[in-house]
């Protein structure tokens, strides 16, 4: 007995030490700014703020917001399939495919929730979605570095060219990849292209900085910082946040009387 709980602490110390704080910290941040702009666009949603929340700067708030998430999630797969190599022996492919199809599970639970909320604004295709289905596909890439950069651009300049066809208003198979009806709207919209690119992008970024799992460049022993332990932290749980923040949010706007949910 004593033996295996020795083992398993040393798993557990081996797994926290496995964790670069620098890139826990920086989706905490960008889980903070998600935060933010999320209850200033369900200000807008409900309580009709005057702020133009999703148009003009917000929409480029949003856009470098997104970004962190799709680039971290591609440099963090860097960091996973290394350490996965390391321990086992077979296929990597089972275990991303495991991995996509959770988190596009859980794009699908906000695509019933959004229907509640307002059909008209449905989530078919969001960021859950979009990190869900990249993870599927970036198996060939993940041993890559600089061709990827070359892919990313191939990538965002194959949607921007989906993003001009015209493409009736009742045809939503193509908005996976780019191909958006005329008139369709929705909370989140985060197709395949452009920004597949962007995680391409995070995977040839993590293949330069920690090749093979390992940071190839010191950075001060910051981790014993508050700030930077509660930024890690978020950073740690930013999927659970992420399930549950709008929920609250949305709990406490038809608490106020500001919201009404939509009943079958």
Same mark, same amino acid.
């Given at each position: ?48 703020i005057p702020y133009k929340v999703g148009e ?20 963090? !797969? ?6 996965? *190599?390391?321990? +086992?022996?077979?296929?990597? #492919? @089972?275990?991303?495919?495991?991995? &996509? ?84 709207t929705s909370f989140d919209y985060r197709p ?8 391409? !992008? ?6 330069? *900085?920690?090749? +093979?799992?390992?940071?190839? #460049? @010191?950075?001060?022993?910051?981790? &014993? ?40």
């Amino acid at each position: 007995m004593t033996t295996s709980r020795a083992l398993s602490f040393r798993a557990i110390a081996s797994a926290q030490t496995d964790r670069f704080w620098e890139v826990d910290v920086l989706r905490g941040i960008a889980l903070c700014l998600m935060l933010f702009y999320h209850f200033m666009y369900d200000l807008r949603y409900f309580v009709h703020i005057p702020y133009k929340v999703g148009e003009g700067r917000w929409a480029v708030f949003a856009d470098l917001i997104a970004t962190m998430f799709v680039g971290l999630a591609g440099l963090s !797969l860097t960091l996973s399939r290394a350490r996965w *190599l390391q321990r +086992h022996t077979g296929s990597y #492919w @089972p275990h991303l495919i495991r991995r &996509g199809m959770r988190i596009l599970g859980y794009g699908m639970l906000v695509t019933v929730a959004t229907w509640f909320v307002d059909p008209a604004e449905t989530v078919h295709f969001g960021i859950l979605h979009l990190i869900g289905v990249s993870i599927m596909l970036a198996g060939p890439f993940l041993p890559l570095r600089w061709l990827n950069v070359v892919f990313a651009v191939l990538a965002m300049l194959l949607g921007r060219w989906l993003s001009q066809q015209i493409v009736p208003a009742h045809l939503y198979w193509g908005l996976p990849f780019g191909f958006v009806p005329e008139g369709y709207t929705s909370f989140d919209y985060r197709p395949l292209f452009p920004w597949f690119g962007v995680m391409l !992008l995070g995977i040839a970024l993590g293949n330069t *900085l920690y090749p +093979h799992g390992q940071r190839r #460049w @010191p950075l001060p022993a910051l981790e &014993g910082k508050h700030w930077v332990r509660a930024l890690a932290w978020l950073g740690r749980h930013t999927l659970v946040i992420y399930l549950v923040h709008q929920p609250v949010f949305f709990l406490g706007f038809l608490i106020t009387g500001f919201a009404h949910l939509r009943l079958l």
